[in-house]
């Protein structure tokens, strides 16, 4: 079985939410976008990490560069 990986760029926006703005190259169109942000955790126990999650998702009306990513306030 042969899997194709997407080798075209793209550049992608981010609007709304805390990463409004930010662009940046993707491939294969994904449908969804995680941005996440490191929390500080006091006292954290061995090895644990704490990130806030945002979800940005396609906006499938945009069929050219950049693609547009609207941020989810109702996810995750």
Known sequence: ???DVATTWETAVLTGGPADGL?????????VLQVTYPCQVEDPADGVRVAALYIYRRQLG?????LAYGYDSASP
């Open 1 to 3: 079985m042969h899997l």
């Open 23 to 31: 662009r940046m190259q993707v491939a294969g169109r994904p449908s």
């Open 62 to 66: 945009v069929p050219d560069e950049p």
